[in-house]
Each structure stands twice: as structure tokens, then as C-alpha cells.
């Protein structure tokens, strides 16, 4: 099955300064990375998601870049706000998955004001 | 605010009681999912169902028992739980099931924690 890693676990900067969270996974028929941000008492919520037939996607300060050959995708978060601090994690998933997600063990970013 | 609600948000039960989670959702997805979350770690899966039929079953204990009444609603009923099932436990919606369709982002209620006595 699939097997997904996250790094770092843990992400501590300054306002205004850019996050990178790295995945890497291990099936190489996964063809659909969605990024989720969970803040405290809350469930993951969607933040951008790519698809294989596309290297990178931005939505305002938030971008994500997959790159198919070495199997790796990241989200780059820029001018970070305080209210960007929460747990992020990363998932994949496949064609004739029934669309079950693999996670990442997810990323504890901060963001110092 | 979230398109998927989940009752009770807080639930605090004995070993030898029985009680039910709700989940609703209304944006006519046609899956709808269950995870364990445990604190620092990610989602675990416990159940799918597509269609209202149950796709997947992550080998979770039978004192853990899923129910799709309808496309909108799914239900956990609970019985004879352990200490360790404490957890917030999360229902998720997408369009699909995946399949024909391709994969479709999955949106996630607020979560019920649970904690057994």
C-alpha cells in the first residue's frame, strides 16, 4: 500500500517569512495530493489539493509543487500570519483506492508574531 | 463553519454503555467516511461507504458499528468500548467514492471527542 512521510514535524517562523512542508510517497500510481490544515478542536479542512498532470498550483499564499519523478509534493505557505499556525498534513491517494486517503504525520507550524 | 455536522461535539460515556454518533451532510455527496484521530497523529480510517453500501472496513473492533440510513446521513453506534477508543472521531463527505470519477477531495466535520471512562 501507499506510504506517505511529512517533514518537518515540527515549523516555527517568524511573521511574514515562508513555511515549506515537505511529502514524499511511495506508490507511483498516486495521482491526487490533497494539503489539509487542522486548528485546535477543529477537523482538517482543505487547503489546496494537486493532480498528477500538473506540477504546481497556487491559490493566493498558498502553493503546492509535485514532482512525479522523485515522488515528492510540497506546500509552500508565504507572508505567514499568526493565524496560519495549526497542524497541516499532507495526503495521497490513487486510482482503485475507493478514493481512501494515505496521511502524513503531519507538520505543527507556528508562526511568531 | 463546516458542510459536515457532527452530534454530539463532546461525549463522555461508561465501558458498558451504548450511544451513537451522527453525521450529516448536505452537498449530495454520495461517500462518506469515519476516522479516529488520536491528539498529534493524523486521521486514521475506520469506515467507507459509497453509495450508502459499506466500500471499506479498516478492521475495526465490532464494538464499533457503522450505519448509512440515507445518502445524507451516517451513523457510529458505539457499545462496550475500551479506554483506549477515547479519541476524536471524525466524519468526512466527498462526491465519489472514487472510481470512474477520479479521486475527489474529502471534507471533514468538526469531530466528536469521546472519552471513555
Known amino acids: 500500500g501507499e506510504n506517505v512521510e511529512q517533514h518537518p514535524s515540527t515549523l516555527s517562523v517568524q511573521e511574514g517569512d515562508s513555511a515549506v512542508i515537505k511529502c514524499t510517497y511511495s506508490?507511483?500510481?498516486?495521482?491526487?495530493f490533497p494539503w489539509y490544515k487542522q486548528e485546535l478542536g477543529k477537523g482538517p479542512q482543505l487547503i489546496i489539493d494537486?493532480?498528477?498532470?500538473?506540477g504546481e498550483k497556487k491559490d493566493q499564499r498558498i502553493a503546492v509543487t509535485l514532482n512525479k519523478t522523485a515522488k515528492h509534493f510540497s506546500l509552500h505557505i508565504t507572508e505567514t500570519q499568526p493565524e496560519d499556525s495549526a497542524v497541516y498534513f499532507c495526503?495521497?491517494?490513487?486510482?482503485?483506492?475507493?478514493?481512501?486517503?494515505?496521511f502524513g504525520t503531519g507538520t505543527s507550524l507556528t508562526v511568531i508574531p | 463553519d463546516t458542510e459536515v455536522t457532527q452530534t454530539p461535539k463532546h461525549l463522555v460515556m461508561g465501558m458498558t454503555n451504548k450511544k451513537s454518533l451522527k453525521c450529516e451532510q448536505h452537498?449530495?455527496?454520495?461517500?462518506m467516511y469515519w476516522y479516529k484521530q488520536k491528539a498529534k497523529k493524523p486521521p486514521e480510517l475506520m469506515f467507507v461507504?459509497?453509495?450508502?453500501?459499506?466500500?471499506i472496513n479498516e478492521s475495526v473492533p465490532s464494538r464499533f458499528s457503522p450505519e448509512c440510513p440515507n445518502s445524507s446521513l451516517l451513523n457510529l453506534h458505539l457499545h462496550a468500548l475500551q479506554p483506549e477508543d477515547s479519541a476524536l472521531y471524525l466524519c468526512?463527505?466527498?462526491?465519489?467514492?472514487?472510481?470512474?470519477?477520479?479521486?475527489?477531495?474529502?471534507?471533514f466535520g468538526d469531530g466528536t471527542r469521546l472519552s471513555i471512562l
Open positions: 468526512a463527505s466527498s462526491k465519489t467514492g472514487g472510481g470512474a470519477g477520479g479521486n475527489q477531495p474529502q471534507h
Open positions: 506508490d507511483s500510481a498516486s495521482n491526487y
Open positions: 494537486i493532480r498528477s498532470n500538473v
Open positions: 495526503a495521497a491517494t490513487g486510482p482503485n483506492t475507493g478514493n481512501q486517503f494515505y
Open positions: 452537498m449530495g455527496h454520495r461517500a
Open positions: 461507504y459509497s453509495y450508502e453500501k459499506l466500500s
